[in-house]
Nanobody, 124 residues
């Protein structure tokens, strides 16, 4: 069993930044590709970004390219999501998820382990 815990959410103004963390315990973290997803009220869950277990290659949703950066520190069993130039439409609950595959994608159905989520609110 792999347990994931997100942190770092909060209330910020448009244009500001936040860094989310996803800390993992329970299994060998290096073997897992990690994804960040978000869900706004009344909307479906959508993929934000992911990072592969193998070479650290990354994918981003079009809405986050150039603003968000995903990274991982295997020594700390943690994945980060640096979010810059935040917009009100980024407001959502953000979840991290893990899947034991070499490479990552943004299809939530393929992920096996999920954190409890952290709220991000962007408002003036």
């Amino acid at each position: 069993q792999l347990e994931l815990v997100e942190s770092g959410g909060g209330l910020v103004q448009p244009g500001e930044s936040l860094r989310l963390s996803c800390a993992a315990t329970g299994r060998t973290f290096d073997y897992y590709s990690i994804g960040w997803f978000r869900q706004a009220p009344g909307k479906e869950r959508e993929g934000v970004s992911c990072i592969a277990a193998t070479d650290g290659s990354t994918n981003y949703a079009d809405s986050t390219k150039g603003r968000f950066t995903i990274s991982r520190d295997n020594a700390k069993n943690t994945v980060y999501l640096q979010m810059n130039s935040l917009k009100p439409e980024d407001t959502a609950v953000y979840y991290c998820a893990a899947v034991a595959t070499l490479f990552c994608n943004l299809r939530s159905i393929e992920y096996d382990y999920w954190g409890q989520g952290t709220q991000v609110t962007v408002s003036a």
